[in-house]
C-alpha cells in the first residue's frame, strides 16, 4: 500500500524563475533533486517574495515544474533586509499554512519576508527546520561587515560586545533582534549550515541546534578549457566587486606586484550578459565582462586558469570555490568561513590569510611557473555533489516527520 505523501513547504527570498542570489542558487538545485528523486515521497510547495514591485502583502500563485509556489510582495523600506518582523506578512503566511497544511516548513535565507512567518509555522505547532546560508540570524549585518567596513569574524558570541548597528537602528533595536531570532532558532526541530565553518560560527553564537548540511554542487559536463589567446595566465574573480568578497585586495595585489605572465578577469554583477570593457592594473590587462546565466557557468571556468577568492568576512560556503575544482581551475581561497574548506593544499589549490602581501606571494608564485597549476584528477572527482547533499537532508526530514507521527 502506498503511504500519502508528507507536504513539504519551502520557504526562500526568491524562487525560480526570479533565482537570484547563490542561496536561491542552492535551494532550486536542491528542489530539482527532489522533484526528481522523492516525487512519490514529497509534495512540495513553495512561498517566496517578489523581487519587483507587486504591492505589498498580495499574493500571486504560480506553477514551477509541477510545484505550487506563492509569491508574495514586501515592504520596501530603509534597511528592508535588517527588520527581523513584519506583521501582515505573519497573517498572509499564516493563511498559506492554513491552505496548504504542510506537515514540514523549511526556512532558507527570509530576509524581507521576516521571521514573523517563523512565529506562524510555530504558533501552529507545525514543524520546522531552517538552514542558514548568511549570518542574518545572529547578527545586523548578513555578511559580518558592518557599514564602516569593520568585519565581525566570530558573530557576536557575547550579544553586549561594541557593535556599530545600521544607520536609524538603536543598539537596543539590534540587541532585541537577535535575541528574537536566536530564540527562534532554537526553537527549530534541527538548524542547518552550509559548511562545517558555518556550524560552528552559529553553535558559538548560541544556537545549540545547529548540524552542518554541507551544499553540494551540481553535476555537469565541464567544457575542455579554452586555451589563453596571448599566452597568459588568467586569474579570475567572480564573485561579486565588493570589499566582503576581498575584490579591493584581489586589485591592489595585482597594481602592487610586476608580473610578466599574467592578465585578470573580473565578473561585473551590476553589468547585463555581453557587457565587456578592458583596463590595466600595473602590468597586467584587466576584462572586465556582465553576469553570466548558470546554465552557461561552465563556459565561465573554462576561461580561467585560477579562481581568485579572498573573501574577509566568514563565507558560508563558496559554490564557486567548488565548480571552479570540478571544472579544473586552481583555487586561491580565504581561510576564514567555508569558502576555503574543500580546498586541499597543493593539490587542488591554496588556502590563505586574506591579505595583499599573501595574495601578492601568490601571484608572484603564479607568475614564475613554466606550466599552468591545475587539480589533480582525483581531488575534482571528490568535491561533494548537490544529491549527497540532499540525501541527507531527506534523512533529517524523515527524522523529525517519523517524530511527529509518534507525538
Not at 86 to 104: A, G, H, I, S, Y
Not at 132 to 150: P, Y
Not at 197 to 204: E, I
Request: glycine share 8%; hydrophobic share 40%; with cysteine.
Amino acid at each position: 500500500m502506498n503511504l500519502p505523501k508528507k507536504k513539504i513547504a519551502l520557504v526562500n527570498v526568491f524562487f525560480a524563475p526570479q533565482a537570484i542570489g547563490g542561496a536561491t542558487r542552492v535551494l532550486m538545485d536542491n528542489v530539482h533533486v527532489l522533484l526528481q528523486e522523492h516525487a512519490g515521497q514529497y509534495e512540495l510547495v513553495g512561498f517566496t517574495s517578489d523581487h519587483d514591485f507587486q504591492p505589498a502583502h498580495s499574493v500571486e500563485p504560480y506553477i514551477y515544474s509541477g510545484m505550487r509556489v506563492y509569491r508574495t510582495g514586501i515592504i520596501h523600506r530603509v534597511n528592508m533586509d535588517w527588520h527581523p518582523q513584519d506583521d501582515e506578512m505573519r497573517k498572509v503566511f499564516t493563511q498559506f499554512l492554513d491552505f496548504e497544511k504542510p506537515d514540514l516548513v523549511h526556512f532558507h535565507c527570509i530576509q524581507r519576508l521576516t521571521a514573523s512567518i517563523v512565529e506562524a509555522a510555530r504558533e501552529r505547532g507545525i514543524p520546522y527546520v531552517v538552514t542558514v546560508h548568511d549570518a542574518w540570524w545572529i547578527s545586523d549585518f548578513q555578511f559580518l561587515m558592518d557599514d564602516k567596513g569593520h568585519v565581525y569574524p566570530q558573530g557576536h558570541p557575547d550579544p553586549f560586545m561594541p557593535v556599530t548597528p545600521p544607520d536609524g537602528i538603536t543598539l537596543d533595536e539590534s540587541v532585541n533582534r537577535r535575541a528574537y531570532l536566536k530564540d527562534l532558532l532554537n526553537n527549530a526541530s534541527q538548524v542547518m549550515a552550509v559548511s562545517e565553518a558555518f556550524a560552528q560560527l552559529y553553535s558559538n553564537n548560541g544556537v545549540h541546534n545547529v548540524v552542518p548540511n554541507r551544499n553540494g554542487i551540481s553535476p555537469r559536463a565541464w567544457l575542455p578549457k579554452i586555451p589563453s589567446a596571448n599566452g597568459r595566465i588568467r586569474l579570475a574573480h567572480i564573485g561579486g566587486m565588493s570589499n566582503h568578497k576581498g575584490y579591493h585586495l584581489f586589485k591592489e595585489a595585482l597594481n602592487k606586484g610586476h608580473y610578466k605572465k599574467l592578465e585578470a578577469l573580473v565578473v561585473d554583477h551590476s553589468k547585463p550578459g555581453g557587457y565587456e570593457r578592458r583596463e590595466r592594473w600595473g602590468s597586467v590587462p584587466v576584462t572586465f565582462i556582465g553576469k553570466i546565466p548558470q546554465r552557461d557557468i561552465d563556459s565561465l571556468y573554462a576561461r580561467m586558469d585560477v579562481l581568485v577568492a579572498p573573501s574577509i568576512w566568514p563565507e558560508s560556503y563558496g559554490l564557486v570555490t567548488r565548480e571552479a575544482t570540478a571544472a579544473g581551475v586552481w583555487v586561491i581561497a580565504s581561510n576564514i568561513g567555508g569558502i576555503g574548506e574543500d580546498v586541499i593544499s597543493g593539490r587542488t589549490g591554496k588556502v590563505i590569510s586574506p591579505s595583499v602581501d599573501e595574495l601578492v606571494k601568490e601571484f608572484q608564485n603564479i607568475d614564475s611557473q613554466d606550466n599552468v597549476l591545475e587539480p589533480d584528477a582525483e581531488a575534482r572527482e571528490g568535491i561533494r555533489q548537490v544529491r549527497e547533499q540532499v540525501s541527507e537532508l531527506v534523512s533529517i526530514y524523515e527524522k523529525i516527520l517519523n517524530k511527529k507521527e509518534e507525538n
